[in-house]
């Protein structure tokens, strides 16, 4: 009995070994700005649990870039040697690795989450960046209106920590332009009122983050995937729609990405709007649609917990790849757990041998007992 969720997918020179890919998750626990041990021991576990593809969170390419002082970063060749101790970690334990690139944009100097996400004070020298003057959330950093000197100051970061990504044995990058970070907030009329080149029309809305992904698919190996994560709308029926993620995914296309991951939201809406409501698998129509519209392999992500489900969304072809986050923290094992709960005893095999031997027979000793 097989799975289609357990079927390999190859895109460019890399072949993933089933659909089931960890989500990139901050964690904000890099007081250095590089992978530690804890990291090691977070990221490695998934890759035993039979994952076919594990994400490194969220890594900023500059040090403005961090949403918080604890967040990972690429610009320096101390957290490129890191980067690769922890990339060869998790080879050995069986996955290959993705990388998710980002800059925080407007959402950047702010504390961690379970202390608030509030605002905490700007060092000296540094400066919040933004498509305009107007802050993430009420009582946020009013950000400084990015000058084309700052957006080339940025694409070279981008560039730069691309290669650093390769020089550290990364298999995929994904270029993070979703939930409101710098990307996203020049994508969304929510946010960008500029009246020049980058703002207005949909084409100037999507200037900047376009120059940004062809100076990465510039510098990244011809033979290695590129993945954009997007919001695919912003809300219902305001802002970025799924008409504005058609237009964009088809550029993105052309200039040789080769994987979307289908989120949304990350806007602070006005009063009386409403993001999507959330439930089992609620942005999978948005991977569906992307998919069929553009021709291009998605990721779906969202309250994706049951393997049968994650098996409807491969096999009805809703997408190519399905996405776990918060479910991979309960349960590190998921993916193979997932192989016994679709195709039975013979899904041991798909545990690492030193698990799966004892586990089958486990499984077949307590079957002969019953």
Same mark, same amino acid.
């Given at each position: 009995?097989?799975? $289609? ?9 890399l072949?993933?070994?089933n659909?089931? %890919? !960890? ?6 626990s890099?007081?250095?700005a590089e ?18 593809? %594990? ?18 970063? @690429?610009? &320096? ?9 922890? *990339?060869?970690?998790?080879? #050995? ?10 800059h925080?944009g ?8 379970w202390?608030?996400?509030?605002? !905490?004070?700007? =060092? ?13 959330s009420?009582?946020?950093h009013? =950000?400084?209106?990015m ?14 920590? $691309?290669? /650093?990504?390769?020089?550290?044995? !990364? ?19 929510l ?13 100037? @809305?999507m200037?900047f983050p376009m120059? *940004? *992904?062809?100076? *990465?698919? &510039?510098?990244?190996p011809s033979?290695?995937p590129?993945?954009c ?9 305001i802002?970025?729609?799924?008409e504005?993620?058609?237009?964009? %995914? ?8 080769d994987?979307?991951?289908?989120? &949304? ?10 993001l999507l409501? /959330? ?7 948005f991977?569906?649609? @992307?998919?069929?519209?553009?021709g291009i392999?998605?990721?779906? !992500?969202?309250?994706i917990?049951d393997?049968?489900?994650? #098996? ?10 399905? $996405?776990?986050?918060? +479910? ?11 192989a016994?709960?679709?195709?039975? +005893?013979?899904?041991?095999a ?15 000793? &307590?079957?002969?007992?019953?």
């Amino acid at each position: 009995m097989g799975a $289609a969720l357990f079927e390999p997918l190859t895109l460019r020179g890399l072949t993933v070994r089933n659909r089931i %890919v !960890v989500s990139p998750m901050q964690t904000y626990s890099a007081p250095d700005a590089e992978p530690t041990a804890w990291h090691t021991a977070h990221l490695t576990r998934f890759a035993l649990g039979g994952a076919g593809l %594990v994400m490194v969170e969220a890594t900023a390419v500059t040090p403005d870039g961090r949403s918080t002082d604890q967040d990972l970063g @690429l610009w &320096s060749d101390q957290q490129t040697d890191a980067l690769a101790a922890l *990339v060869g970690d998790m080879h #050995e334990c069986g996955a290959p690795v993705g990388l998710q690139l980002q800059h925080a944009g407007r959402k950047a100097f702010t504390s961690p989450p379970w202390h608030g996400f509030s605002s !905490v004070a700007i =060092p000296a020298g540094e400066k919040v960046l933004g498509p305009d003057t107007r802050p993430a959330s009420e009582g946020g950093h009013s =950000p400084h209106p990015m000058t084309q000197a700052d957006m080339d100051r940025l694409i070279s970061a981008y560039r730069d920590a $691309a290669l /650093r990504a390769n020089k550290a044995g !990364v298999d995929l990058i994904e270029i993070h332009m979703a939930h409101g970070y710098l990307l996203h907030s020049f994508l969304s009329p929510l946010s960008n009122g500029r009246d020049d080149a980058y703002g207005g029309s949909l084409k100037g @809305l999507m200037r900047f983050p376009m120059h *940004v *992904v062809e100076a *990465v698919r &510039s510098v990244w190996p011809s033979d290695k995937p590129l993945a954009c994560r997007i919001s695919s709308v912003d809300g219902v029926g305001i802002g970025w729609s799924i008409e504005d993620s058609r237009a964009l %995914v088809a550029r993105l296309k052309q200039a040789g990405v080769d994987l979307i991951d289908c989120s &949304s939201g990350g806007m602070v809406l006005p009063k009386k709007e409403m993001l999507l409501p /959330r439930r089992a698998g609620f942005q999978v129509p948005f991977a569906a649609d @992307l998919r069929r519209s553009a021709g291009i392999a998605t990721m779906a !992500v969202g309250l994706i917990t049951d393997p049968r489900h994650a #098996e409807e969304i491969i096999v009805e072809g809703q997408a190519d790849l399905v $996405a776990l986050g918060r +479910q991979m923290l309960a349960d590190p094992n998921w993916a193979v757990g997932a192989a016994t709960a679709l195709m039975g +005893q013979s899904g041991y095999a798909r545990w690492p041998r030193p698990f799966g031997w004892w586990l089958d027979r486990r499984s077949r000793s &307590s079957h002969i007992a019953g």
